[in-house]
């Protein structure tokens, strides 16, 4: 390899951890170990998937560890922390600890400092897309003390890495806050949707959005709706309270709707005014919200 890396570890072997390593060079000896295999149902069934996938089969941590200079954590949100804290007692001293997991920033650092204090160098990774079907070339963020020096590693292993800065958090940060607009706006067409399936007016639904719904970047729209709910959010939540109603008439839960209720509720009752431009409108509302805070 490029940076003379020979030998990887890969912690978890999911989704992400399989699709990796049927990805990345043959040249590396790659030794997996997956929680699971210490389920005596599971266990079998994970062995096959390291020899079908052509890697070796770790029976602890400790033992993919051993000898890996480069580490690749890709197990479930709920475990990275332990699997960090495990990995800090038998990872190389020299070892780059990349951290692929979608958790909180501060999950990262506690994981961070952990892993530092072991003498081994921790990596931030925020995964910015599914890992199928793009495998490596799925598009990285990356945060490290030697953000530079990390992303040349990754790179060298055929992933694509973008520099996020030297915080550790950073990328975490990004993929976490895009992540309340794209999960939320899945949850919001679910909500949506399978009410006008239940109603029967999927098609009507649909083609008012189409014709309502403008071309414009991200930011504008931001500006926009904050500038709506600063105006007009105390009848913009009546609205959405109606409309939980609806949701409710027809057996559905609605609490996109209900959420998105109280959400409006907060910001129209603050009676801010309007303010110009997506700057001075996020500083208006955060101000108040922190006086909130702070009452």
Same mark, same amino acid.
């Not at 709920?78 to 800090?88: K, P, V, Y």
């Given at each position: 390899m490029p940076d003379g890396a020979k030998n990887l570890a890969l912690i978890g072997f999911g989704e992400a951890g399989t699709a990796f390593a049927e990805a990345l060079d043959r040249a590396l000896r790659i030794r997996a170990f997956d929680i699971k295999t210490l389920d005596p149902a599971a266990a079998a069934s994970k062995r096959e998937a390291y020899r079908r996938h052509g890697i070796l089969g770790a029976e602890s941590l400790a033992e993919a560890l051993a000898d890996a200079e480069i580490v690749i954590s890709v197990v479930t949100a709920?475990? &990275? $922390? &332990? @699997? @960090? %804290? #495990? %990995? &800090?007692r038998t990872i190389r001293p020299d070892a780059l600890y990349c951290d692929f997991n979608s958790v909180a920033p501060a999950t990262k650092r506690r994981a961070s400092e952990l892993i530092e204090a072991a003498g081994a160098v921790y990596v931030d990774v925020a995964v910015m897309a599914p890992v199928l079907p793009r495998r490596l070339a799925v598009p990285l963020l990356v945060s490290a003390t030697d953000v530079e020096s990390a992303c040349a590693r990754l790179a060298s292993l055929g992933f694509v890495p973008r520099g996020a800065g030297a915080e550790i958090g950073r990328a975490s940060t990004i993929k976490m806050l895009r992540s309340v607009m794209v999960k939320g706006l899945e949850a919001l067409t679910a909500e949506c949707f399978l009410a006008c399936a239940r109603a029967g007016v999927v098609k009507e639904v649909a083609a008012s959005l189409d014709g309502s719904?403008? #071309? #414009?970047?991200? $930011? #504008?729209? %931001?500006d926009y709706n904050l500038d709506r709910m600063m105006l007009h959010g105390l009848r913009r939540a009546a609205e959405m309270e109606e409309v939980a109603i609806t949701l409710g008439d027809l057996g559905l839960p609605g609490e996109m709707a209900k959420a998105t209720a109280a959400s409006q509720r907060r910001l129209g009752a603050a009676n801010l005014g309007s303010a110009p431009g997506f700057d001075a409108k996020a500083e208006r509302i955060l101000g108040a919200l922190d006086r909130q805070e702070a009452a």
């Open positions: 709920d475990q &990275a $922390l &332990a @699997a @960090a %804290a #495990e %990995a &800090a719904w403008k #071309e #414009e970047s991200w $930011l #504008e729209r %931001a």
